[in-house]
C-alpha cells in the first residue's frame, strides 16, 4: 500500500497525465464518487440532499499555486458569490480556500487581503477555512492565520497530522482559542519531516484530537474538527469526549463527500454534529490522485468503471 501510495502522490504532478486524465469517460465516472460535478451548482444540488440527512457541508473550489492577481481577484469574487448564494438559499455551508488561490505565491500581503475580504463576506457566525496545503507552505500559512485570528474571530486553519512538527505548532495556537481542522495529509512528504507509516499516523492523529478536547483547549476556546473517515478513530475519540463529559455539538466530524456515506448519516442521527466537504471545479486530477493515495482501496473502484 505504501508504495501504492508514493505512485499515485508522483503522479498527481505530473502534467502529462493530468492533461489526458479529463479525456477518459472512465476517469470522469470514477471522479464523481468523490464530487457532485465541476459547477458550483453541481455543489449546491449536492448541500441541498446533504441538508435533509442533518449534515452541514463546506465548499472548496479546486485549484492551487495561482500566479497571477487576476486569477486570484476571479477566486475572490466567486467566493463572495458562493457565500451570498448558500445565504440566500439557507445551506448550512462554509468555504474552505488555500492560500495560494489567493495569492500567497507572488504576494502576502495581497493575498492577506483578500483572505480577509472572505472572512468579512462570511459574517460573524460563519468560519472561513484556511487548507493546508504541503509541508513548505505550513510556516507561511500559521503566520496568516495568526495574523487573520488577531482581527476576526470567525476563521479556522487545517492542520496535518502526518507532520512531526504539528504536535507542536498545535501547542502554539492553543492560547489563541483557535479553529482548527485536523487532517492525517494528502501530500507526498520525505520521511525526514513525516510520518511514513499510517500506524504512526493514526497514532499521533489521536492524540493530537485528545488535546484538541482537552480541559485547557476546550477552555481558551478551541474549535476543534475532527477530520477523519476512519470508523474506529472516530469510535475512539467519541469515547474520550463523552468520558470527559463534553456534549456531542462541542465538536465537528468532518468527511468528504461521497466517502463513509452511511457513516456521516448515522453520525448526525446520532446527534453528532458532521459535515461533509464538497470540492468542485476543472482543475481536479492533483487532488483526485490524492484522494486515492489517501486510501489506495479506492482504486478498486476506478477499475470497476473502466470495465463498468
Known amino acids: 500500500m505504501a508504495v501504492m501510495r508514493t505512485i499515485l502522490l508522483q503522479g498527481a504532478g505530473n502534467r502529462w497525465l493530468r492533461e489526458r486524465a479529463s479525456h477518459y469517460r472512465f476517469v470522469r465516472r470514477a471522479l464523481r464518487r468523490f464530487m457532485p460535478g465541476e459547477r458550483l451548482e453541481d455543489a449546491i444540488e449536492a448541500a441541498r440532499v446533504l441538508r435533509e ?3 452541514n457541508t463546506i465548499f472548496t473550489r479546486l485549484g492551487e499555486n495561482l500566479t497571477d492577481r487576476s486569477q486570484a481577484n476571479e477566486v475572490v469574487e466567486h467566493y463572495l458569490d458562493v457565500l451570498h448564494r448558500v445565504t440566500a438559499l439557507n445551506l448550512p455551508t462554509v468555504i474552505s480556500v488555500k492560500l495560494t488561490q489567493l495569492g500567497l505565491d507572488f504576494d502576502r500581503e495581497f493575498c492577506f487581503q483578500n483572505l480577509c475580504r472572505l472572512i468579512e463576506g462570511a459574517g460573524n457566525g460563519d468560519i472561513v ?13 500559521l503566520e496568516v492565520y495568526r495574523r ?4 476576526y474571530a470567525n476563521v479556522g486553519v487545517c492542520l496535518q497530522a502526518y507532520l512531526y512538527r504539528t504536535a507542536k505548532d498545535l501547542e502554539s495556537l492553543v492560547p489563541l482559542g483557535p479553529a482548527i481542522r485536523l487532517v492525517k495529509g494528502a501530500y507526498r512528504e520525505p520521511p525526514e519531516i ?3 507509516r499510517k500506524s504512526d499516523v493514526d497514532a499521533n492523529y489521536f492524540q493530537l484530537t485528545s488535546r484538541m478536547l482537552s480541559a485547557e483547549a476546550q477552555q481558551a476556546g478551541m474549535r476543534a474538527v ?4 476512519d470508523p474506529q478513530l472516530i469510535q475512539r475519540i467519541q469515547a474520550v469526549a463523552l468520558e470527559r463529559g463534553l456534549r456531542k455539538d462541542c465538536f465537528q466530524f468532518h468527511m468528504l463527500y461521497g466517502i463513509q456515506r452511511a457513516l456521516q448519516s448515522r453520525l448526525a442521527r446520532e446527534g453528532w454534529r458532521a459535515g461533509v466537504l464538497i470540492s ?9 490522485m490524492r484522494r486515492l493515495a489517501e486510501r489506495p482501496a479506492n482504486l478498486w473502484f476506478v477499475m470497476r468503471n473502466i470495465v463498468g
Not at 475532527?226 to 473517515?229: F, K
Not at 468542485?280 to 483526485?288: M, P
Open 280 to 288: 468542485y471545479g476543472k482543475d481536479w486530477f492533483a487532488w483526485y
Open 194 to 196: 513525516a510520518f511514513p
Open 226 to 229: 475532527v477530520g477523519t473517515h
Open 53 to 55: 440527512q442533518g449534515l
Open 148 to 151: 487573520a485570528r488577531a482581527q
Open 129 to 141: 477555512w484556511i487548507d493546508m496545503e504541503s509541508s513548505a507552505y505550513v510556516d507561511v500559512t
